[in-house]
């Protein structure tokens, strides 16, 4: 483990944890915590209902939140791979508890529920002060969710609509990238919500040549 910190990588990809392996996630987390950033710590066999319970599944998440405190360098994700018969609601759960728990700094598992300005029902965003005016308010969303399905038809709404193409890019899809990289900046955001952003900003260019 020591070799792997001083090797200079900057990410340690697929780092299974007990009980599928000997080393626990405290360790790996203590020992590594500045440098390489951590990339997995759920292992697969925790997806699999035949090897493991779902108060087995739950307590291992309780575990994981308060473990890896505050959160720094840290990117969740099944080690290495998700089994082709694993249990689809425990890959829902853990997205379910991450979007209630994984705000950085981790505080020991601490609940901190959004605030009611994040929860919808304003034109002023949760964060990186992006302006969510009607017209563009469906290409930003579908940037800053990964929606790879939606994106086409609004970016072709808007151009039916006589929305120039310019304006679609500009106060559209680089307005919203700007705040995917913002989060990525503050820690809000990891890499694999920055690459579904980019292969949206690609099907929308797609889909729109002149933006």
């Given amino acids: 483990m020591d070799l792997i910190r001083d090797s200079g990588m900057h990410v340690a990809e697929a780092v299974c944890t007990a009980p599928m392996t000997k080393v626990t996630i405290e360790e790996y987390y203590n020992r590594w915590a500045e440098k390489p950033t951590i990339f997995g710590g759920i292992p697969s066999t925790l997806l699999l209902g ?44 853990i997205g379910e508890r991450v979007e209630k728990e994984g705000r950085l700094p981790l505080e020991g598992g601490a609940f901190r529920p ?70 990525f900046r503050s820690g809000e955001a990891f890499i694999p919500e920055v690459l579904l952003s980019a292969r949206v900003m690609n099907e929308a260019v797609s889909a729109c040549p002149r933006c």
């Fill in 50 to 93: 035949e090897s493991t319970t779902d108060e087995e599944f739950e307590g291992y998440l309780d575990h994981l939140f308060k473990a890896v405190a505050p959160g720094s360098r840290m990117i969740l994700g099944i080690a290495d791979t998700t089994p082709p018969q694993a249990v689809f609601d425990r890959l829902v759960r």
């Fill in 114 to 183: 959004l605030a009611p300005s994040a929860l919808g029902g304003t034109e002023e965003p949760a964060s990186g002060g992006l302006a969510r005016d009607g017209q563009f308010r469906h290409v930003q969303d579908d940037v800053l969710g990964g929606d790879q399905i939606s994106i086409r038809d609004h970016i072709l709404g808007l151009l039916e609509h006589g929305v120039k193409a310019d304006e679609i890019l500009q106060r559209g899809l680089l307005a919203a990238m700007e705040v995917i990289s913002d989060r």
